[in-house]
């Protein structure tokens, strides 16, 4: 596991870091790799991280690994996020389990999205409002610690 995390995250970070890419733009990028990735539409992500690099002119393949990455963690919220939206909206619960709606997905994207329009209008309304102030965490624990990287990588 360290290895791994040595060989997909560590390296990569390092690297751009000594092609100049500063730590706030790294930091940037990977909140909202993550953030972005657990957008509560699948299939969507890809777009979102795509967009957001050309907005805020990120390293597009950075953000993108970070979306694939944090994949298993968007479909481990995508229920919560069901869940929270329709509390949110005093909504009636939409009576499938995660496998349900990914076996549903699966079987025919376009019929699950009819099914699953108002539980997922108000699973994204329930992420647009946790993805600002989890942008603003996680890049404010990611930029102090990718400083210290730089300087731990790059000789003065």
């Known amino acids: ?53 050309f907005l805020f002119r990120l390293n597009l393949p950075a953000i993108q690994i970070v979306n694939y990455l944090v994949y298993p963690i968007q479909l481990a919220l995508l229920l919560p996020f069901y869940r929270a939206g329709e509390r949110l909206f005093n909504a009636p619960r939409f009576p499938l389990s995660l496998e349900e709606i990914l076996a549903l997905i699966e079987k025919d994207i376009f019929e699950a999205v009819a099914l699953l329009w108002n539980s997922t209008m108000y699973a994204v309304a329930a992420w647009t409002i946790i993805a600002p102030a989890l942008v603003i965490l996680l890049y404010s624990l990611f930029k102090p610690a990718l400083h210290k990287l730089r300087f731990k990588s790059i000789p003065a």
């Open 1 to 53: 596991m360290n290895s791994l995390w040595k060989r997909r995250i560590v390296r990569p970070v390092v690297g751009l870091l000594k092609q100049g890419v500063t730590p706030e733009k790294i930091a940037i990028g990977l909140a909202l790799g993550i953030v972005l990735g657990i957008f509560p539409v699948l299939g969507s992500t890809t777009l979102l991280c795509a967009l957001a690099a």
